[in-house]
């Protein structure tokens, strides 16, 4: 079997500079820190506090927001192709024995 090579990259989040692991490109898991650093700036621009802890739980939240939105619209949109995919089935089936 196969073993999955993992890499640390150091990446800086909000001033923290942290050796994250893991089996991505480094430059991914760069993008991801640059993700979170840019939101929890946003977020501390927004609030009146300085608690870094909080700002990334805000942060967290917000990007959570993010993906269930998307998992939602992906969701309504798998089920609309299905629609559609069905009712062409029905349609070429009518005219193949039609």
């Known amino acids: 079997m196969a073993s999955k090579t993992t890499t640390a990259t150091e990446v800086e ?3 923290a500079v942290y050796n994250v692991r893991g089996e991505k490109d480094p430059e991914y898991l760069q993008e991801l820190a640059s993700l979170v650093d840019g939101r929890m700036r946003e977020i501390a ?3 009146s506090t300085v608690d870094s802890a909080k700002i990334a739980i805000l ?3 917000n990007i959570a927001d993010e993906l269930f939105q998307c998992q939602r619209h992906q969701e309504g949109s798998r089920v ?3 629609e559609k995919v069905a009712e062409l089935a029905g349609e070429l089936e009518k005219a193949l024995h039609g």
């Open 13 to 15: 989040i909000f001033g």
């Open 45 to 47: 621009q927004q609030v």
């Open 59 to 61: 942060a967290a939240l």
């Open 80 to 82: 609309e192709v299905e």
